[in-house]
């Protein structure tokens, strides 16, 4: 009997080895992903429930994001030709890299109806070439644009249509965001019109040295909602469709998206846009002060007790807001207007939206006491 159950078992083995062989040769079978039912999921920590569902933040916004075509004209590239060649004579030997040179430059980007009338905000680097551009709205109707002004040092930009009663985004306040809070990119990455993407804010205050010159305003909002080439100027809003951030830059390996991307926070931009509709020009403040974010190694490098805040490294400017209001080398700012700086890139941000002629609060601490000294803000050129 034993040896009856051992036979037995050992077939019935041996079926099974070969049935297994059978499948694992089999080609995998494909079949289309079944549709699936959408749910509303609710969490609730305490606070007010958050929906997982972004239907109003995208319907709110989705009409106020525009797709933009720069063109450079033919006359802009010879022109650009010219002037390269006076700069680098040698150029025109090089016939392969003259020939692609000559050629009108084009690109494509996203924009934020700011304004009913037609103000349009982007990215400096979306029209820094061209002298031409169409808009093509939510709706699909298409305008021509004029560039109204640009700013590199703060990668903004504002073009102008000739349209009213267009649909302006709600305007939210980026200082209020908090890190983890949900947001929605919109634009136009690739070309593909009107695309929502999500993610989280990552952080605040990013500086990540994307914006050449050295007078850069960098205090980007970073977060993980996908950001492509064509989302530059694009929307980033908060869950209820207002906007916090215009869409910059993308931190990548392969030119793509690769887990963030940066926003330029609605408050500066609302700062330097109406600048550039008002004079056609960022009329900038400065401090006129080299500046460190506090740790260790400033502390010792300045011999003075580490505190959290912005050393003054240098007072560069003798004539500058800060030397004229008393600020010193080696003081350590911690607030202005009462707000807390940590970074150097807030500190930018907070003096760079602030008005000329404006005179803000700047909280420091020196020799290990602290001080709230009154600075009225000038421009760099100021005399």
Do not use: C
């Not at 690109?107 to 349009?120: A, F, K, L, Q």
């Not at 209820?240 to 998206?257: C, K, Q, Y």
């Not at 509709?277 to 400065?286: C, D, E, L, Q, S």
Request: charged fraction near 25%; avoid cysteine.
């Amino acid at each position: 009997m034993n040896k009856f159950w051992s036979t037995l078992l050992a077939g019935a083995a041996g079926g099974l080895m070969t049935l297994g062989a059978a499948k694992l040769l089999e080609k995998p079978q494909v079949v289309q992903i079944p549709e699936t039912t959408s749910y509303v999921r609710q969490a609730n920590f305490g606070a007010a429930p958050v929906p997982f569902d972004f239907i109003k933040a995208a319907e709110r916004s989705m009409d106020a994001v525009v797709h933009i075509k720069a063109t450079e004209s033919r006359e802009a590239a010879v022109q650009r030709q010219r002037n390269q060649r006076s700069v680098d004579p040698f150029q025109y030997f090089f016939g392969q890299r003259f020939q692609y040179e000559q050629q009108p430059r084009s690109g494509t980007g996203s924009g934020v109806i700011y304004t009913e009338d037609g103000y349009i905000l982007t990215n400096n680097h979306v029209v820094e070439f061209a002298d031409e551009f169409e808009v093509t709205l939510h709706d699909n109707r298409e305008f021509k644009a004029r560039l109204v002004g640009r700013d590199e040092s703060t990668d903004m930009a504002v073009i102008k249509i000739d349209s009213k009663d267009l649909p302006a985004i709600e305007i939210g306040n980026s200082d209020d965001v908090k890190v983890g809070e949900w947001v929605l990119a919109v634009g136009n990455p690739f070309d593909l019109t009107s695309t929502v993407t999500a993610g989280i804010i990552s952080a605040k205050a990013r500086d990540i040295d994307i914006i050449k010159g050295g007078r850069a305003i960098e205090s980007f909002i970073q977060t993980d909602a996908a950001v492509n080439p064509g989302n530059s100027g694009g929307a980033l809003v908060d869950v209820e469709g207002r906007l916090i951030g215009i869409n910059s830059a993308i931190a990548t390996p392969t030119g793509v998206f690769a887990g963030y991307s940066f926003a330029i926070p609605v408050n500066l931009v609302k700062r330097i846009a109406d600048d550039l509709i008002k004079y056609g020009t960022f009329k900038r403040a400065y401090l006129g002060v080299n500046i460190a974010t506090m740790d260790s190694s400033v502390a010792r490098e300045l011999n003075i007790e580490y505190s959290k805040g912005v050393a003054v490294v240098e007072v560069a400017d003798l004539q500058g807001s800060a030397a004229l209001a008393g600020i010193l080398q080696k003081d350590i700012i911690t607030k202005v207007n009462g707000k807390n700086v940590t970074t150097t890139s807030e500190l930018m941000e907070y003096i760079g939206r602030s008005k000329v002629g404006e005179t803000v609060e700047v909280s420091v601490i020196r020799d290990g006491k602290a001080r709230v000294i009154p600075v009225r803000l000038k421009t760099k050129t100021d005399g």
